[in-house]
């Protein structure tokens, strides 16, 4: 197949070439495509304080209701420099303390 040739590559002929040139192979899973064993990848961090969006996602209720009960202090939340953002540790007791047990009445 020359450049000039009508026919396109697809990613079939890529893959199942005689000559992998550096080419992933066929069966290697795709989550370790082009990952080098010699080069380091990026550590996971863990964030100490949430976004509203975030912490309303873990929560699970909406943002405009986490904005709510921020504006009648009701959350516990962080202000740094104008931004409001939330402690996942201090959301888990918040919520511990809104549980209730149900009593048979």
Known sequence: MYANSPQKRTRTDVRTAS??????EKD??????????DVPTAAVVTPLLLSYR???????????????????NEIPFVSIAGRVLF????LKQWVAGK???????
Do not use: Y
């Open 28 to 37: 290697e899973p795709t989550a370790f495509r082009g990952l080098r064993p």
């Open 87 to 90: 402690d996942p540790d201090e």
């Open 54 to 72: 975030d912490a309303a996602t873990t929560l699970g209720i909406s943002k405009s209701l986490l904005e709510k009960l921020k504006r009648k």
């Open 99 to 105: 549980s209730s047990v149900a009593t048979n009445s």
């Open 19 to 24: 000559s992998n040139n550096g080419k992933p």
